[in-house]
């Protein structure tokens, strides 16, 4: 008789893919409490200006520690909005990092002002007091004037907001605005992100730690009169319907997106200590992987990890061609499924619409050096410590 045939092995089913941010998750933990404000909104028709979004606003201020909050369009806008409410000089300077994303500049420029950008610090990537200082001194002895400091809070941690702020009272009392975009939650010496400066621009971007379900963002500030300014602006200058005090244009937060963003606010703190748990996890998982270098803390600061960042050491003859090595890491770990990414691979100085400024390469070696070997690797709050281990292995694959 003969033998039965031996049924053919299953295939291994693919390993899922790891995204750098699982969106799908994040929804899953909000999805009953976000349909029920949808419900909300659309039986009471207020898609704009309505309840929720004023609720939102109230609530926002109080976890940033300000007092008061402005929703916007998106976070460009918030910008923007508080640069013109600043009532600036017509070309005045506006100093800046140049490792940002390009938003940052975008809304200097769209409020009739002057990207001035400095480097950044080699360890943080954060705007670096002395390079501000020399930025400062070299546009006041051109006779350009610089009417403030815009620094930027990166990947989830503070800029150095004690030293700026000293650097901005030494040149003459300017005003501080923070592109606080990627530190919802983070906090330095205990003071929130966005209550350092006069006034604070953030995203919701669905990717930022808060995120909505669209484009949306924020101004946070405790100065009443540049807060409604801010506020009159976005809502074509006009607070009286049909009497237009000064010239504006639309950017307001809508319903719709409060709903989203109060739900998930709710659960910041939560997600926020997920991340860092995380972090601390990828710290112990990568330490002894050669030619990584991972992200460090700025003292003082309580970090948000909005991005995980390590930097991949350029290999052999790179000086001609630099981030090479880690184009090839990210395309090793793009093709084994994990959603590297990077952050920002072209400082704004080489940006081709940022030409005009005048910058060369070599013009700020700092943020350019991290631009050649800066990786962000998956980091989200319900990313697993399985995961993780797969990242780290894939990571040590690519690294040879």
């Known amino acids: ?34 349909r029920a404000g949808l419900e909300r909104v659309l039986a009471s028709a207020a898609y704009v200006k309505g309840p929720d979004v004023a609720a939102f606003e109230a609530e926002y201020a109080a976890f940033s520690g300000v007092r008061h909050c402005v ?3 998106n ?11 600043l009532e600036l000089a017509p070309g005045a300077g ?3 990092p140049a490792n940002t994303f390009v938003a940052t500049a975008e809304a200097v420029v769209r409020a009739g002002l002057r990207p001035v950008l400095a480097d950044v610090d080699d360890e943080f990537q954060l705007l670096d007091p002395a390079a501000a200082r020399a930025a400062l001194v070299a546009e006041r002895s051109a ?13 989830g941690q503070l800029a150095p907001m004690r030293e700026l702020l000293a650097l901005a009272e030494e040149f003459g009392g300017l005003p501080v605005v923070e592109d606080a975009a990627q530190a919802q939650g983070a906090s330095q010496h205990g003071v929130p992100a966005g ?24 101004v946070l500030g405790s100065d009443e009169r540049l807060v409604e300014a801010v506020r009159l602006i976005a809502d074509h200058g006009s607070a009286v319907k049909y009497v237009h005090e000064r010239f504006g244009f639309n950017s307001r937060l809508d319903s719709v997106q409060a709903v989203v963003l109060r739900a998930k606010l709710r659960r910041l703190p939560q997600w926020n200590a997920a991340r860092r748990g995380a972090a601390t996890r990828y710290g112990r998982l990568l330490a002894d992987l050669p030619g990584l270098r991972l992200p460090a803390v700025r003292p003082g600061n309580e970090h948000v990890w909005h991005l995980y960042t390590v930097r991949i050491a350029p290999g052999p003859g790179e000086g001609h061609r630099p981030g090479r090595r880690r184009d090839a890491v990210l395309a090793a770990l793009t093709a084994a499924g994990i959603g590297a990414g990077v952050h920002y691979p072209v400082p704004v100085h080489l940006q ?19 631009a050649a070997e800066l990786l962000t690797l998956p980091l989200f709050p319900q990313l697993t410590e399985e995961q993780q281990g797969r990242v780290a292995e894939e990571l040590r694959r690519a690294l040879g």
């Open 94 to 96: 506006v100093l800046l």
């Open 352 to 370: 081709p619409a940022f030409r005009s400024l005048g910058h060369r390469a070599g013009a700020f070696p700092r943020a350019e050096r991290a």
């Open 1 to 34: 008789m003969a033998e039965p045939p031996i049924p053919p092995t299953p295939p291994i089913p693919p390993t899922p893919p790891i995204p750098l941010v699982d969106l799908r998750a994040a929804h899953a933990e909000v999805a009953e409490e976000v």
């Open 195 to 218: 209550a350092w400066g006069v006034a604070a621009a953030t995203s919701f971007y669905p990717g930022k730690n808060l995120g909505a379900y669209g484009d949306a963002g924020a």
């Open 143 to 155: 006779g350009r004037p610089v009417g403030a400091l815009l620094p930027v809070h990166l990947t």
């Open 71 to 73: 929703g916007t369009a």
């Open 75 to 85: 976070g460009t806008d918030a910008l923007e909005l508080v640069l013109r409410a």
